[in-house]
């Protein structure tokens, strides 16, 4: 389980798109967002560097 603190996530919209672009790069990803403490939990055989990748691209780069 990899921990990611996402200081520019907001809103739905923005828990939509992380859960979605996450997704994108492992289908079997496990995702819980946290809007209220800005954190994102990812349960996935991608490495934490690909996953912080993802975020990045997506438009939300871990801080």
């Known amino acids: 389980m990899h921990e990611f603190q996402l200081?520019?996530?907001s809103c739905g919209h923005c828990?939509?798109?992380i859960t979605e672009a996450l997704k994108?790069?492992?289908e079997q990803a496990e995702v819980q967002v946290s809007l209220?403490?800005?954190?994102v939990?990812?349960?996935s055989h991608l490495s934490r560097d690909q996953l912080a990748?993802?975020?990045t691209e997506?438009?939300?780069p871990p801080a």
């Open 15 to 17: 828990r939509a798109a």
């Open 36 to 39: 209220e403490q800005k954190t």
């Open 53 to 55: 990748e993802v975020l």
């Open 58 to 60: 997506a438009g939300y």
């Open 7 to 9: 200081p520019d996530m």
């Open 41 to 43: 939990q990812v349960q």
């Open 24 to 26: 994108g790069a492992d």
